[in-house]
């Protein structure tokens, strides 16, 4: 239905009142990718009807995170637009006159319920065993009567006032035609006592006025679609295209995750949050390719899509409704893919923040030059400090016990790491070329196999067990370093440390 010449208006249109999410961003990446394949607008708005869940500071965390994931809007918030305000909050006459009007047209009236009352009610209601809703009590009231009962500054909200008989049938483009029975739908709040449209008329009045063709948004808003539908209706508006978004599961694919959960897993360096992933060293490239596979793919196969790829390839119809489960194994490895894809400037210039936040000295050309041995290495850019952070050493510690060759005693190793050292420094330069065929000959000289002498030098050279290439490693850490290093692994070796 949307084809590549017809430009969408989508928006994304988050609440404050929290981190922003993968689901969040998911939704957003979707609308930002449709929009932009159409040639048409991505809007943001802000929907902070309700003040009580409002979070201080979700705002702007929700700006930086669209930005960090690439996904600039056209129109809202910061930037303005034609359509704007774009902060419901600044809203309120336009929804007040929306308002006026569905009361003027018989499709809405005022309630002056007080809250104890309704909560009686709802008590008596759950001792009869029926769904809570509210019994109607001002819904036979004469509308100049109640008129008359505001202009004296009768506390009320305005409800909807919902069929009692029929159906409506909404459609959905992942679903199909939904029809709901009316029966089970309430006579919804739709502006509060204080004034404030609630979220349901502010949405619908806002997509109508700024002339949204498409509402793509998370599964949770099917349950207020038939409202939503309903409120179209009754004024008369033309319909978007509706399109509500499968829901992400716990990685064991069964239920949602709860705000507990994810507190544990960022113990294991995870996170549902795009603020703690982009601290944990992911790559945007790698979140928005992850996120856009779940519940889209373009055929069975092809999993590695840029921006780019993804605007031109994206398409609603290959959306798939069934709950997708969180596979943060899956983010680890496009987190690779996208490292991989990096040129080497743009890897060194990302990774450097992170040794920076580890209180490393940084020197712009030695990370130039490991940025193409460690490359393959990094699975997050955290990585980076366990990884390289022994290049921005002045000294390293290995661990005495790592030092000592397998199954070599300690005065053997510091043979075989003096053996080393003098080969080395009589060698012109310390690359892989010059070095490498020396010291395999000199290994099996003193009889050791290739993996027990690099160890030891490794170890020395690097202070760890695991390191990026040695011959590598070296060149970078050069020749006076490395013959020092080796010189501190000598003498290690050489005063075995006392029993503890
Ligand atoms: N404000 C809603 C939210 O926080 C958006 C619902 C919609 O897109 O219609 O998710």
Request: with cysteine.
């Amino acid at each position: 239905m949307t084809s590549k010449d017809t430009p969408v208006r989508v928006r994304f249109a988050p609440s404050p009142t929290g981190h922003v999410h993968l689901g969040s961003a998911r939704t957003a990446l979707y609308n930002y990718l449709i929009a932009h394949q159409t040639g048409g607008q991505f809007v943001l708005r802000l929907e902070d009807t309700d003040q009580k869940r409002y979070v201080p500071g979700s705002e702007q965390e929700l700006m930086d995170g669209l930005r960090w994931l690439g996904l600039e809007w056209d129109e809202g918030l910061d930037i303005g637009g034609p359509y704007g305000p774009y902060r419901q909050t600044e809203r309120k006459e336009i929804y007040q006159k929306y308002a006026q009007q569905l009361i003027d047209s018989g499709h809405a009236y005022y309630c002056f319920c007080s809250p104890q009352r309704l909560e009686r009610v709802r008590k008596q209601q759950m001792r009869d065993k029926v769904p809570a809703h509210y019994d109607g009590t001002c819904r036979r009231l004469d509308p100049d009567e109640a008129a008359t009962r505001v202009a004296h500054g009768e506390a009320h909200v305005v409800r909807f006032k919902m069929p009692r008989e029929g159906s409506i049938t909404v459609i959905d483009r992942l679903r199909g035609p939904i029809t709901y029975e009316n029966r089970n739908l309430d006579d919804y709040i739709i502006v509060k006592s204080d004034g404030l449209a609630l979220y349901h008329l502010a949405a619908i009045s806002d997509d109508h006025m700024m002339k949204i063709t498409h509402v793509i948004r998370g599964s949770e808003w099917l349950s207020t679609f038939p409202l939503h539908a309903h409120i179209i209706r009754a004024f008369g508006w033309e319909e978007p295209q509706w399109l509500h978004l499968s829901v992400f599961l716990r990685p064991s694919g069964k239920g949602k995750m709860s705000k507990r959960e994810s507190g544990e897993l960022l113990k294991d360096g995870y996170s549902i949050y795009i603020k703690d992933l982009e601290e944990l060293g992911y790559l945007p490239e790698a979140v928005v390719n992850w996120i856009a596979l779940m519940g889209w793919s373009y055929d069975d196969h092809t999993e590695f899509f840029n921006m780019p790829d993804l605007i031109e390839k994206f398409s609603l119809d290959r959306l798939n409704p069934s709950p997708a489960a969180i596979n943060f194994s899956k983010l680890d490895h496009f987190n690779g893919l996208h490292i991989r894809a990096l040129s080497l400037s743009d890897l060194a210039a990302r990774v450097k923040p992170f040794l920076e936040k580890a209180d490393y000295q940084v020197d712009d050309d030695r990370l130039l030059k490991i940025a193409p041995i460690i490359q393959e290495r990094l699975v997050t850019f955290e990585d980076v400090v366990e990884v390289a952070g022994f290049f921005f050493e002045e000294t390293v510690n290995p661990n005495f016990e790592d030092l000592v060759g397998k199954n070599m005693t300690p005065s053997d190793s510091a043979q075989a790491a003096r053996k080393a050292c003098e080969l080395l420094a009589s060698l012109p330069e310390i690359t892989p070329q010059a070095a490498e065929q020396p010291l395999r000959a000199l290994a099996g000289q003193l009889g050791l196999k290739p993996g027990q002498f690099f160890g030891i030098l490794r170890v020395a050279v690097t202070g760890r067990k695991v390191s990026p290439p040695l011959l590598e490693s070296m060149a970078v850490i050069g020749r006076e370093k490395v013959l020092e290093r080796l010189q501190n692994a000598i003498q290690m070796l050489e005063n075995t440390p006392r029993a503890s």
